[in-house]
């Protein structure tokens, strides 16, 4: 969440205003390795990453994620909405469009 913050100040305070915390945002996210929110290209680019940089990629993978739905997520205001968002996903983002989403996630 304190990268959220950074990096989409807006969409941080949005989520949070709306108590959604950072368990109920990331748990799906993360424990299904993104495979049930990105198409499987997407999600086995972030693994390859994963294998040379290590699991911080995961973070900003997540950041990006939501960077990515920002203005739909503006939508959301409760649990169910985000979800609906989430579920979703990123279509019609190609694998490289998607990699310098993350990649920007992680500068400062």
């Known amino acids: 969440m304190h990268t959220l913050s950074l990096k ?9 205003n709306y108590s959604l915390t950072p368990d109920s945002i990331f748990t799906e996210v993360f424990s299904s390795l ?6 499987l290209d997407q999600a086995t680019r972030v693994w390859d990453i994963m294998v040379f940089e ?3 990629i995961l973070v900003r ?3 990006a994620f939501l960077g990515g739905l920002e203005a739909r ?6 649990q169910r909405g985000f979800d609906e968002v989430c579920r979703v996903g ?7 469009e998607w990699i310098s989403w993350v990649k ?3 500068k400062s």
């Open 61 to 63: 993978a997540g950041v």
């Open 104 to 106: 920007g996630a992680g």
């Open 8 to 16: 989409h100040p807006r969409l941080h305070a949005h989520l949070t």
């Open 90 to 96: 990123i279509e019609g983002v190609d694998e490289e």
């Open 73 to 78: 997520l503006f939508g959301a205001v409760d």
């Open 54 to 56: 290590g699991d911080a």
């Open 34 to 39: 993104f495979t049930r929110f990105l198409s």
